[in-house]
């Protein structure tokens, strides 16, 4: 089973850029998030979603957008990329909010 | 206070070694425990869940206190490979909308 799958596992981009983060899982879970993971601050909630066509902020939205249009994928979108997003991005997927979540293998990001 | 408190650690233990960790939380309404493991540069991954009664998995016995709000976790018969760091998670159970909260993560080093 692919579980959850994230690409790209790495990606450098320049301030101002945007991009588009891939998360997909084939669990048939309804509630997936974002987190991003940065030293000594442990995994941080950006975004999340309790189903298709619902979603909602977390701790850290500002700068992300989310949507989520199948149960399947759930897309994490930076508008305008700055240093500061640098950061271990993981999406994690359950079948519900307070159930064990299942992560992907993360996606490191560089903003230079 | 934090919602999920930890200590950073890290603990270094020989092998053989017996070894816990506390975690505190501060929702007293908190329904659904969890510890997680997670290796260097890796996503998390569920080590075990928490139940009221406490619960076992082999070498690891999860415990939980809700009069003092703190869970535990005991690894017994250390092996290198349990090195790693170990996350506390707690439901929020709260209107905010979140779900989980991930403690920053206690570092365990297991030593020959």
């Known amino acids: 089973n692919a579980g959850v799958t994230q690409t790209p596992k790495f990606q450098v981009l320049k301030t101002g850029q945007s991009m588009t983060l891939q998360c997909a899982q084939d669990?048939?879970?309804?509630?997936m998030s974002w987190y991003r993971q940065d030293p000594g601050m442990g995994l941080r909630l950006i975004h999340y979603?309790?189903?298709?066509?619902?979603?909602d902020q977390g701790e850290v939205p500002n700068g992300y957008n989310v949507s989520r249009s199948t149960t399947e994928d759930f897309p994490l979108r930076l508008l305008s990329a700055a240093p500061s997003q640098t950061s271990v991005y993981f999406c994690?997927?359950?079948?519900?909010?307070?159930?064990?979540?299942?992560f992907g293998d993360g996606t490191r990001l560089s903003i230079l | 206070r934090k919602e999920v408190e930890q200590d950073p650690g890290p603990f270094n233990v020989p092998e053989g070694a017996t070894v816990a960790f506390n975690c505190t939380y501060s929702n007293s309404a908190s329904q659904s425990f969890f510890w997680y493991r997670q290796d260097c540069r890796k996503e998390p991954k569920l080590l075990m869940s928490v139940y009221s009664s406490g619960n076992e998995d082999g070498r690891f016995t999860a415990q939980l206190n809700r009069a003092s709000q703190y869970i535990s976790l005991l690894i017994r018969d250390s092996k290198l490979s349990d090195s790693a760091t170990y996350l506390c998670?707690?439901?929020?159970?709260?209107?905010?909308?979140?779900?989980?909260?991930f403690g920053k993560g206690t570092s365990l080093l297991v030593t020959p």
């Open positions: 994690a997927s359950s079948y519900g909010a307070t159930q064990p979540q299942h």
């Open positions: 979603s309790v189903g298709a066509g619902i979603t």
């Open positions: 669990m048939n879970h309804e509630y």
């Open positions: 998670v707690v439901d929020t159970n709260s209107n905010s909308g979140y779900a989980l909260n």
